[in-house]
């Protein structure tokens, strides 16, 4: 069974870095995309980032030029290295990956930025 798990959270103060990653376990099929959603506190969970299988990648325009999705070679880890972040970046950071027609969620990390 494919388990995604999730690491780099944190509680930084705004203008910070950080580094999220993301590490898939289990899988007997290659990762065709993966990527991230966030979600803050009383909101819907909303799209970060993308990675497709040709290494395409797509930003939400909130972190455009700040964030930057990545991944491994085997495609078993993608990243989301996070510059300058922003109070309003807030929120549970959740990756998920695209196996066959499944897409498949971690648990999730958090993110505080504060001031």
């Known amino acids: 069974q494919v388990q995604l798990v999730e690491s780099g959270g944190g509680s930084v103060q705004a203008g910070s870095t950080l580094r999220l990653s993301c590490v898939a376990t289990?899988?007997?099929?290659?990762?065709?995309?993966s990527g991230w959603y966030r979600q803050a506190p009383g909101m819907q969970r909303e799209f970060v980032a993308h990675?497709?299988?040709?290494?395409?990648?797509d930003h939400a325009d909130s972190v455009k030029g700040r964030f930057t999705i990545s991944r491994n070679a085997a495609k078993t880890t993608s990243y989301l290295q996070m510059n300058s972040l922003k109070i309003e970046d807030t929120g549970v950071y959740y990756c998920?990956?695209?196996?066959?027609?499944?897409?498949?969620w971690g648990q999730g990390t958090q993110v505080t930025v504060s001031s």
């Open positions: 998920y990956a695209i196996i066959r027609e499944n897409t498949v």
């Open positions: 289990g899988s007997t099929e290659p990762i065709i995309a």
């Open positions: 990675i497709n299988s040709a290494g395409r990648s």
